[in-house]
C-alpha cells in the first residue's frame, strides 16, 4: 500500500463520518437529544483531523480548504453543545441544594445564551455554505487526490502518521513544569484528541495495537476534559454571580467550590493517564526510539 493506500483510507473514514454527520444532523435539528449535537460534532472533529494528519499525502490544494469548511461547522456546533453539557452538569451539581428557585434564577443567563446559540447553529445548517461543505465531502469520498510526490507508504506510513502526533504530544508533556497552568492541560487535551483521532484512521490497518493506543488516548482526553469542562464551570459561574441577587450569588459560591475539587481530583489523575499512553505508544512505535 503506498500513499495511494493512506489517500484510501482517508476517502473511507471520510465516508464513514459523513454518513454519521448525516445521520445525526435530523436530531441536531430536533434539539431534543443532546447526544445528536455531540455525534454530529465529533464526526466534524474527526474529519478535520483526518485530513490534518494524513497532509503529508494528500492534495493540500484540494483538502486544506475542505478542512477549513470543517472548521467552519465545528464553531458552528460548538457552543450548543458546550452549553448543553455545562447546564446538564451544574443542574445536576445544583439539584441537591435547599435553594432551587435561588439555582434557576443564576442558570437562566445560561438559558438564554442556549436559545440564542441554537438559532445561529440552525441557520448555519439551512445555509448554502452547509450544504455545499456537505456535496464537497461526498466527493471528497470518491475522489479526494493523492499529492504529486509520494511518500513511503503501506503501515509503515499510518503507524508515522500516528508517532509524529504522539510526539508532538510528547513534546508539549515534556515542557510542562510541576504545576502547569490551566490552559496547558487545555492543549494537552487538544493534542491527545489528534493523536487518538489520527489512530483510528490507521486503526483498520494497524489493527490490536493501535486498538489500545486508542483506549489510551480517550482516557487521557477524558480526564484533561473533565478538568477543563471544570475550568469553564468555575469562570461561567463566577460571572454568573457578579450578576445575581445575593442567593443566587451564594448558590453559585458552593458550586465553585465542588468546581475547584473536580479540578484539583484531574490534575491529580492525569500523569497517570499520560503513562499509560506513552507506554502504547512506545508499543506501537516496537521498541525503539
Request: hydrophobic share 40%; proline share 4%; with cysteine.
Amino acid at each position: 500500500m503506498g500513499s495511494g493506500g493512506v489517500v484510501k483510507q482517508v476517502r473511507s473514514g471520510l465516508a464513514t463520518r459523513l454518513a454519521a454527520l448525516r445521520e445525526h444532523a435530523p436530531g441536531t435539528r430536533e434539539g431534543s437529544d443532546p447526544e445528536e449535537l455531540h455525534q454530529m460534532r465529533v464526526s466534524v472533529r474527526r474529519m478535520r483531523a483526518m485530513l490534518q494528519s494524513a497532509r503529508p499525502f494528500l492534495d493540500r490544494e484540494r483538502s486544506e480548504p475542505l478542512r477549513a469548511e470543517l472548521g467552519w461547522l465545528g464553531r458552528a456546533l460548538g457552543p450548543v453543545r458546550d452549553l448543553d453539557v455545562l447546564l446538564e452538569h451544574l443542574r445536576e451539581e445544583a439539584a441537591d441544594l435547599p435553594e432551587q428557585e435561588a439555582a434557576a434564577r443564576l442558570l437562566a443567563g445560561l438559558d438564554a445564551e442556549y436559545a440564542h446559540a441554537r438559532g445561529d447553529l440552525l441557520a448555519a445548517l439551512d445555509s448554502d455554505r452547509y450544504r455545499e461543505l456537505l456535496a464537497r465531502l461526498e466527493a471528497a469520498t470518491e475522489g479526494l487526490p493523492a499529492a504529486k510526490s509520494e511518500s513511503d507508504g503501506g503501515e509503515k506510513a499510518l503507524r508515522d502518521l500516528v508517532l509524529r502526533q504522539f510526539r508532538k504530544l510528547r513534546e508539549d508533556v515534556d515542557a510542562l513544569d510541576a504545576d502547569p497552568p490551566d490552559e496547558r492541560l487545555h492543549a494537552l487535551r487538544i493534542r491527545g484528541k489528534k493523536v487518538r483521532y489520527t489512530a483510528e484512521l490507521a486503526e483498520p490497518a494497524l489493527g490490536k495495537p493501535v486498538r489500545r493506543l486508542i483506549k489510551a488516548a480517550k482516557n487521557f482526553q477524558d480526564v484533561l476534559g473533565e478538568h477543563q469542562d471544570a475550568c469553564v464551570a468555575e469562570q461561567r459561574l463566577r460571572e454568573l454571580a457578579g450578576g445575581s441577587d445575593a442567593e443566587a450569588a451564594f448558590v453559585a459560591g458552593r458550586l465553585v467550590e465542588r468546581e475547584e475539587l473536580r479540578k484539583a481530583d484531574r490534575r491529580a489523575r492525569w500523569p497517570e493517564a499520560w503513562a499509560k499512553l506513552a507506554e502504547e505508544a512506545q508499543q506501537l512505535r516496537g521498541g525503539s526510539r
